[in-house]
Structure formats: C-alpha cells, structure tokens
C-alpha cells in the first residue's frame, strides 16, 4: 500500500496530472484531516501497520478538542466520514465508488461510538 501512495505522489510530483487516484486519495486526506484536526500524514504512515490497527480506536483518532458525538446520526455520520476516508486511502476505490457511498448508507456498526477501532472500519465492506 504504501508503495502505491508513493507512486501516485510521485508521478504527480513529476508529471503534474491529475487522475482519479490522486482525487480519490486526496479526498481521502482531507476527509481524514477534518476529522482529526491537523494533516494526517504521520497517521497514514502509520496506519500501515497491522498492529496500529488493532489497537487505535477511532475516539483516539478524532480532534481531541471536541467531544464524541452524543447523537446517534450524529456519531454515525463521524465514523461515515473516517470510514469513507480510510478507504479512499487504502483500497484504491474510484469516484463513481466513492460518491455512490455518499449518497447510500453503509451498515453501522453494532459497536458504540467509542469503542470502534481502525480495524472494524477498515474491515467494513465499501
């Protein structure tokens, strides 16, 4: 995975064309950073580790200077959002799959809020 981040990074540095990976996995990053509150490039570095996984929960994740949603739609819009954002930067998938995501809802998990680790999200089928 981080060999193909790499080389959309690269061939986007050298040749300065857009393609739908680098939208998609653009998207992704910001997605990711508005949820976080900063650039999530340490992040991404790291979520490529298995164990990093298995042990980050996504309350750990999100912007520490707010509080975790109390609402349901609420809580459930958040992990939409990191959900859609890890996928967008892990799995390669396209903006047709993306933006049929956006506009069709994906099986929350039965886990609350606070207790969802960055493995049940990336598990989660797009």
């Given amino acids: 995975m981080i ?7 690269v ?3 050298y ?3 857009i393609t739908e990976k680098c939208d998609v996995y653009s998207f992704g990053v910001v ?3 508005t949820m976080i509150g900063k650039h999530p490039g340490q992040l991404i570095t790291s979520l490529s580790s298995p164990l990093c996984q298995d042990t980050m929960l996504l309350r750990d994740l999100l912007d520490s200077r707010l509080s975790l949603p109390e609402d349901v739609q609420v809580a459930k819009d ?4 990191v959900f859609l954002a890890l996928k967008c930067i892990h799995s390669n998938p396209t903006m047709r799959q993306v933006s049929y995501k956006l506009l069709d809802n ?3 998990p039965k886990l609350p809020c606070y207790a969802i680790s960055l493995l ?6 797009m």
């Fill in 15 to 17: 040749t300065m064309v």
């Fill in 31 to 33: 997605a990711l950073e």
């Fill in 120 to 125: 049940d999200l990336k598990n989660q089928e």
């Fill in 106 to 108: 994906i099986p929350f």
């Fill in 3 to 9: 060999a193909l981040q790499l080389k959309i990074h």
């Fill in 78 to 81: 958040v992990v939409f959002v």
């Fill in 11 to 13: 061939k986007l540095a």
